[in-house]
């Protein structure tokens, strides 16, 4: 079981890397990263979030990390046996 989790996590941590390298720029420059894991304070930030790209792009890194963490999950489970 300690594999499986490990290997979510280290897999995690590469797609989340993988995300922010590739979907991570917005207007030509990479996405600071206390914006990119902090959510919008108020409904002003949020829209100009949105309409600049920053919600998406946050979006797209994290179902990175997510991707990265199924594949360790299965990686892991397979590794066990």
Request: aromatic share 4%; net charge positive; charged share 10%.
């Amino acid at each position: 079981m300690q594999r499986i989790i490990v290997s979510a996590v280290v897999l995690a941590v590469v797609g989340l890397l993988v995300g922010y390298l590739i979907f991570g720029r917005v207007g030509g420059e990479f996405i600071a990263l206390n914006t990119l894991f902090q959510t919008p304070d108020n409904i002003a930030a949020s829209v100009i979030q949105s309409v600049s790209g920053v919600k998406e792009a946050r979006q797209s890194i994290l179902i990175s990390g997510a991707v990265g963490a199924g594949v360790g999950v299965i990686l892991g489970a397979v590794r066990a046996r």
